[in-house]
């Protein structure tokens, strides 16, 4: 076994996500266009979406810059999320700009600088069984202090990885374009598995043995500097952050390319890493104990880390108008 192999063994256990820390009993949480106290901010047992998994969500950050607290791709994910909604044929009470706006109303009234926020439509209180038809459709919003989702120093160390034994639905099943909550049902069996085998994620692949997405992220390789990502067919979750990515990356001249990448090409990858609101930019170290080039962070992931977190923390220009002050 070589030095390198051994440290990622070694190490490999110790990069699991430390656990989010407890909300915050003061936080203020805004539903169906009030916002209400922590302790009021409940929904019956027998909602549909506790049974049958009728919600879709969003997951999005407020950053602190210097010109102040400043929501990153708002707009975006207010469209994704009504989409998602769409797809599952619930159609909310308010206003895509309304909910932008109760958005930033709910940071405001928290007093954060700097969060994350989860808006969520779901089927409320209604009738029993399978069709959602006779529930009705609530909305939420609530927002907290997030650090680094695949833990501490992810972002600058990297995590271990391993290939899921769980693939992503396939198509026709489930609607990949939709952020569901039912949908995570099959992120939670690879992220279990991957935990449990001593890995901080997993990857896996789509019905048809391609790389797809991890529990919770897109994933980008790169190799001989061309950066690969697999298309929207490979089951994934069209990432606003995947999209930020791409287009950062092709500012600065850097080819990108989205198409089907073979389990292999894992293995043999210069460099590798996941993009995601709450991941935002993290490098993976190494795939199934194999290390990704030379185990370290490599150029062109850092340099597309610094170009996003630069925007979005507004230290460097935003030419692309994705921030919208709180």
């Given at each position: 076994m ?9 190490t ?16 203020k ?26 919600s ?20 975006e ?8 909604a769409?797809?599952?044929q ?14 930033i ?5 928290n007093g ?7 808006p969520?439509?779901?089927?409320g ?9 006779g ?15 695949l ?13 899921s ?5 396939a ?8 952020k569901?909550?039912?949908h ?10 991957a ?10 692949l ?18 001989h ?7 929207l067919?490979?089951s ?19 080819q990108v ?7 292999e090409?894992?293995y043999?990858?210069?460099?590798a890493?996941?993009?995601?609101t ?17 185990g370290?962070?490599?150029?062109i992931?850092?340099?597309l ?22």
């Amino acid at each position: 076994m070589d030095e390198l192999t051994s440290d990622i063994e070694d190490t490999a256990v110790q990069r699991q996500p430390a656990p989010a820390p407890p909300f915050r009993s003061d936080l203020k949480i805004w539903m169906d266009g009030e916002i209400v106290p922590w302790e009021q901010a409940t929904i019956h047992v027998m909602s549909h979406a506790l049974h049958y998994g009728s919600s879709v969500f969003e997951g999005v950050r407020c950053y602190h810059t210097r010109k102040g607290p400043a929501i990153l791709r708002l707009e975006e994910h207010v469209e994704r999320l009504f989409d998602s909604a769409r797809i599952y044929q619930m159609e909310p009470k308010v206003t895509p700009r309304d909910f932008a706006q109760a958005m930033i109303d709910t940071v405001r009234a928290n007093g954060f600088k700097a969060c994350y926020l989860r808006p969520v439509v779901y089927r409320g209180l209604g009738t029993a069984g399978v069709n959602p038809s006779g529930s009705p459709v609530c909305t939420a919003i609530v927002c907290w202090d997030w650090g680094q989702y695949l833990g501490d120093h992810s972002v600058e160390s990297g995590v271990d990885t391993c290939v899921s034994s769980w693939t992503r639905m396939a198509p026709n099943t489930f609607p990949a374009m939709a952020k569901a909550a039912a949908h995570y049902a099959n992120s939670q069996l690879i992220k279990l598995e991957a935990v449990r085998n001593g890995f901080t994620e997993g990857i896996a692949l789509d019905t048809r043995g391609y790389v797809s997405e991890g529990s919770g992220e897109n994933i980008f390789l790169v190799r001989h500097g061309v950066v690969r990502t697999p298309p929207l067919t490979a089951s994934v979750l069209p990432g606003i952050t995947r999209e930020c990515v791409i287009t950062l990356a092709r500012d600065e001249g850097i080819q990108v390319l989205e198409e089907d990448i073979p389990r292999e090409a894992l293995y043999v990858a210069d460099e590798a890493f996941f993009t995601g609101t709450a991941t935002e930019v993290v490098p993976i170290r190494s795939v199934d104990r194999v290390a990704v080039g030379d185990g370290k962070v490599g150029p062109i992931t850092r340099r597309l880390q610094e170009l996003y977190l630069g925007v979005a923390r507004g230290e460097i220009e935003d030419r692309h108008g994705w921030l919208t002050p709180v």
